[in-house]
């Protein structure tokens, strides 16, 4: 079968045949039944961070979401489904929410927001199935950094190439010739 777009470049077909490849071994990884799991996710300080789920399993009662590890959690939001509303709970800041969609969402994130989550999904018939993921936050980089080539140039002679490093990438790429 062939795309009528598809173009005739020959890197296409071992690019192709990598992605196949790539596909059956992940399915083969994966388990047979697909897990309930929270998305690890690295965001920057100040950004509205969704921590996102895969695998939803049906007829969830509650999302129960904690901060912390297993030994060390504490109760962040529970989602009541059939309220459509969530409650909250100690390590509550104010910035959280909870959706149906098993989301928990962080408004404007802070360094300290940084590390585990737990996500405990109670089905309509009891059954429980949890999941741990990371929330990663970075400190956005504010100054810019010029970073020459070379630090010594000898005039008329040396071409100086100056990077201006904002957030990699884009990099901005001044030249200057001496
Ligand atoms: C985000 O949080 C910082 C403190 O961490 C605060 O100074 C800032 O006003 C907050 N921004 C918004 C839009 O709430």
Known sequence: MEFPAAPTHR?????????????LLAFWILPTTAQFAIV????????DVILRTLNKPSNVARFMWYRGERTNS??????VTHLRRY?????????????LKGHLIIKNVTLKDTGMYMVVAILRNLKIEASFGHLNVYQRVKVPTLLPSIT????????VVITCEM??????QLKAKG
């Open 74 to 79: 504490k109760n962040l939001i529970m989602y």
């Open 152 to 159: 010594t140039a000898t005039e008329k002679k040396d071409a």
């Open 40 to 47: 690890s996710t690295n965001a920057a300080e100040g950004q």
């Open 167 to 172: 957030r990699a990438p884009p990099t901005v």
């Open 11 to 23: 890197g296409l077909v071992p690019w192709l045949g990598l992605l196949l490849a790539v596909f």
């Open 87 to 99: 409650r909250t709970g100690s390590a509550y800041s104010g910035r959280e929410a909870a959706n």
